[in-house]
């Protein structure tokens, strides 16, 4: 439970400090820059590019691996210059 009132507060401070920097920023309320930051958040993936750990934004890669036990593995491919999502076993058409 600690953990969740740490990220709440994290969120709050970030907040807070983009609305000081940006007067404008304002506009928007706390409830609706957590609820963009949680949507965008869960399409960061931990990569390696080229040797260098960094993030990457990968829209929708999120919604494909929610079974347990998982059915794809994903990585930064540098030779496809991509993301690449692959199955780990056979995946029936349709599931």
């Known amino acids: ?3 969740i009132y740490e990220k709440i507060e994290d969120i709050k401070i970030d907040y807070e400090l983009i609305c000081r920097e940006v007067p ?3 506009q928007f ?5 957590s609820e963009l930051r949680m949507i ?7 990569i390696t590019v080229n040797g260098v750990k960094t993030d990457g ?3 929708y890669a999120d919604m494909l691996n929610h079974r347990r ?11 496809k210059e991509g993301f690449v999502i692959e199955a780990c076993d056979d995946i029936p058409r349709g599931s």
Do not use: H, L
Request: proline fraction near 6%.
């Open 69 to 79: 036990p998982r059915q794809t593995t994903w990585y930064y491919s540098d030779d």
């Open 40 to 46: 965008t958040c869960s399409r960061i993936f931990g």
């Open 1 to 3: 439970m600690t953990q």
């Open 29 to 33: 309320t706390i409830r609706e820059y």
């Open 57 to 59: 934004f990968v829209p």
């Open 24 to 26: 404008q920023f304002a």
